[in-house]
């Protein structure tokens, strides 16, 4: 029984599997209707090759035989033992050639992985946003992240490239004729997605409170300047003041107002979270810092880290106002610029992390 | 809840807190910079501490703490209170 076709079962995702899996992608193709296979030999799948099998009589007319039957019959009839011989060689031939097949695609990946680092490490170097804001070589990801702060960098991915093409489309509309209409649109469609990312991270700061606050997903560039989280919105509006020109003394007025009370507000929240850093400290060390267990300890400090999550919501609250009040100030149009300068900002500054990552690999 | 419309009712601005809320202390703090003097009520040193959270809850405050009043009238939590400063709108209110 000479076959030349080679089949196997066709992986339904392009990824690596693990062992467990590869056992079972075997074992599956050896598994027919009704699951007959006696201990010791293996039965070729009824379903794929039709030729080979109008001799093998154990299936299709007598339904499916008991393995005690097909044990008894074997005894009896020598040719059937012969069949089932041939039968196991051309089985154990064809899980060689899908063991072959299965090698070579892992070899494939290999390579598809290697050349996706480098492609990566490529981006890195140009500025471009990549992996989750961790400047190393190779791919790296945290062992501790849950699925979900895993789901967070990846839809942080897609926001970034998002706001690159934003960003890019401003700059070129900035640079010709546009109308209100238009430029208005695009600021609405700025300020949305400003707010998507807020809405992103209230969800995240519910999984994993500490990254949200470490600014994990940033570069490290931009989190030299975090605050609870985030970017400062005073200090932005302090480096986005001189894009606005000209402003109407009235405009002038208002958004130094806005800075001002940004500042306080910003100031209170930072008391708010000395305190809770100081209140936290007292919760974990209570008792005596010698006892070896500590269980109500760590009940209080829990509860005193659930207001953590209120923190971050409330500063990106704050970033989320400030945003819409420079819109209320601002023209259309000094909007546009203001959200032009804001991303390109921010390019700036990953493009800064990816600079001097590279510059701190180079040997000395 | 009678108390809590006696105690919110006091001129000026009125905040309840709990001494273990630290979002509470940050709304003192603003207060406090906009030189403007309020008046406390840590609820949880208050006997009815359960009836005044469930008040608050029900007037709007979904942590009930802190809870602002100007003259009387709730202004609302930690969001309300920011959103009006930055808008400009706090200072008039507390400071006619």
């Known amino acids: 029984m000479n076959t030349t076709s080679t089949h196997f079962v066709p992986p339904r995702r392009f990824e690596v599997y693990e062992p467990l899996n590869q056992i079972g992608m075997w074992e599956e193709s050896f598994k027919n209707n009704g699951g007959m296979y006696t201990p010791g030999s293996i039965i070729i799948p009824t379903n794929e090759k039709p030729d080979s099998l109008s001799e093998d009589t154990s299936h299709g007319t007598e339904g499916t035989p008991h393995k005690f039957d097909q044990e008894a019959s074997t005894s009896r009839h020598p040719d059937k033992i012969q069949r089932r011989l041939a039968q196991n060689r051309e089985a154990a031939r064809k899980s060689r050639l899908r063991k072959k097949a299965y090698v070579q695609q892992l070899e494939t990946s290999r390579l598809k992985l290697i050349h996706l680092e480098q492609e990566l490490d490529h981006a890195r170097q140009q500025g471009f946003y990549v992996g989750n804001g961790v400047d190393s070589n190779a791919l790296c990801f945290s062992d501790n992240m849950s699925s979900g702060i895993v789901a967070f960098e990846m839809e942080y991915g897609h926001w970034v490239e998002e706001q690159n093409r934003q960003i890019s489309e401003l700059r070129t509309v900035l640079h010709g004729q546009v109308s209100d209409i238009e430029l208005r649109s695009l600021v609405e469609n700025a300020m949305k997605h400003y707010f998507q990312l807020f809405r992103m991270k209230s969800a995240a700061a519910k999984i994993d409170v500490f990254y949200v606050m470490s600014g994990m997903w940033k570069t490290s560039a931009e989190r030299f300047f975090l605050w609870i989280g985030g970017f400062r919105p005073s200090e932005l509006l302090k480096v986005l003041l001189p894009h606005f020109d000209p402003l109407t003394d009235q405009q002038l007025l208002d958004v130094c107002n806005l800075r001002q009370s940004c500042q306080q507000a910003e100031d209170a929240l930072s008391q708010g979270m000395e305190k809770l850093q100081h209140t936290l400290a007292e919760s974990v060390a209570a008792g005596k810092l010698c006892e070896g267990s500590y269980i109500p300890q760590m009940t209080c400090a829990m509860e005193r880290l659930e207001a953590l999550v209120s923190f971050v919501n409330q500063a990106d609250h704050l970033r989320h106002e400030t945003l819409q009040q420079m819109h209320r100030i601002l023209t259309t149009r000094q909007a546009a610029r203001g959200l032009l300068a804001l991303g390109e900002y921010f390019q700036r500054l990953r493009a800064l992390s990816s600079s001097w990552a590279a510059r701190q690999r180079e040997p000395t | ?96």
């Open chain 2, 1 to 96: 809840m009678d108390k809590v419309m006696r105690m919110s009712s006091e001129k000026g601005v009125v905040i309840f807190t709990k001494s273990s809320c630290c979002l509470c202390y940050a709304v003192q703090i603003l207060f406090r910079d906009l030189r403007v003097q309020p008046t406390i009520h840590e609820i949880d040193n208050d006997p009815d501490c359960r009836e005044i959270e469930k008040a608050l809850v029900r007037l709007g405050c979904a942590n009930a703490v802190p809870a602002v009043f100007v003259s009387g009238k709730l202004v609302g939590s930690t969001n309300d209170v920011m959103s009006l400063h930055l808008s400009g709108s706090l200072v008039p209110l507390i400071k006619p």
